[in-house]
């Protein structure tokens, strides 16, 4: 979080402007005032301040008012209301609106610099994640595969149009062969791009362990089921979820695997509950999985599953 920062001051009463403004440029921050809430858009406008502090009960244009209109030009900028009315109508409307938090009149000044480094602290925390995102991304284009292998191009060129749908994909091939990182660059290419990408190998884990993985597990599901717990399907809600080695997964855990790349839903262990979950489901094996269904250790359904997708193309191989 930043040390110093820059703070717009909104508030009608001219003896609240000038504490404020006196307490915080004292703590080295800068500060911009305006005595109404059509004052206040125009100072943000001029100034963009790292944070807003703004009265509820203004003239011209009312705290909620002027929030709404910041909002337009800089939606991202943390906005802490002030009122003298506790009322819990008051406090939901300015939270509905997009404020960050709001105080009540008079205030601790401690608890207001408190409240304003953690506006700022969160906002430095999704701007950092947004850079990792994009960093990722960055790292995961397809000119980043170094290959002169003319089967591997064109299987760069398919899973391209690939990832910018919304299909389960199933990569097979040798171990070695690159399919984790094709399982990236598709996540990373996709618009789930901003979404999770979590990764399981299914060979790593016995049974019992992979499905509580997997699915989750209700309070008292087993021994040792202290708490409820979420897991992987859930954990990968809006972006993507990589099962490598799925050739591994028992049958049983098949059944259940299938429902949810049909359904998008599944019960945790010991749960009655459903749960919705919208992700994108990668599969990666290096096992023949046709000849696995022959044999009967894989389930033919969702191999069969597996085939389909929007291009009517085959699996990545």
Not at 101 to 109: A, R
Not at 271 to 298: E, P
Not at 309 to 316: A, L
Request: glycine letters at 6%.
């Amino acid at each position: 979080m930043k040390q110093t920062y820059s703070i717009l001051i909104a508030d009608d009463e001219e003896n609240v402007r000038r504490m404020l403004t006196t307490a915080f440029s004292l703590a080295g921050q800068q500060t911009f005032c305006a005595s109404d809430g059509r004052e206040a858009v125009r100072t943000f406008i001029d100034h963009t301040p790292d944070v807003v502090l703004m009265d509820i009960r203004m003239p011209r244009l009312n705290g909620i008012e002027a929030l709404q209109q910041v909002r337009q030009h800089h939606p991202k900028t943390p906005i802490i209301l002030m009122t003298a009315y506790a009322a819990v109508e008051t406090a939901v409307e300015a939270l509905r609106h997009g404020a960050f938090d709001y105080v009540i009149k008079p205030f601790d000044l401690d608890e207001l610099t408190l409240i304003i480094q953690r506006a700022l602290q969160l906002q430095a925390m999704k701007q950092e994640i947004l850079h990792l995102h994009q960093a990722l991304s960055d790292s995961w284009q397809w000119g980043h595969i170094l290959t002169n292998n003319p089967r591997m191009m064109e299987i760069c060129r398919y899973t391209a149009k690939i990832a910018l749908s919304q299909a389960s994909v199933l990569i097979s091939g040798e171990s070695g062969t690159g399919k984790k990182l094709i399982a990236r660059a598709i996540h990373y290419n996709s618009r789930r791009a901003n979404g999770p990408f979590i990764k399981i190998n299914c060979a790593a884990l016995p049974e019992s362990l992979l499905e509580s993985e997997l699915f989750g597990h209700e309070k008292g599901a087993f021994t040792g089921a202290q708490v409820q717990r979420q897991e992987l399907f859930e954990r990968a809600h809006q972006g993507t979820l990589l099962l490598d080695e799925v050739g591994e997964m028992p049958l049983n855990l098949q059944v259940k695997l299938l429902r949810v790349l049909q359904e998008r839903e599944f019960e945790r262990v010991g749960g009655h509950n459903t749960v919705k979950v919208d992700i994108r489901i990668i599969a990666a094996t290096n096992r023949n999985l046709a000849a696995m269904v022959d044999s009967g250790d894989f389930r033919q359904d969702l191999f069969l599953s597996s085939q389909r997708n929007p291009s009517g193309n085959p699996p990545v191989t």
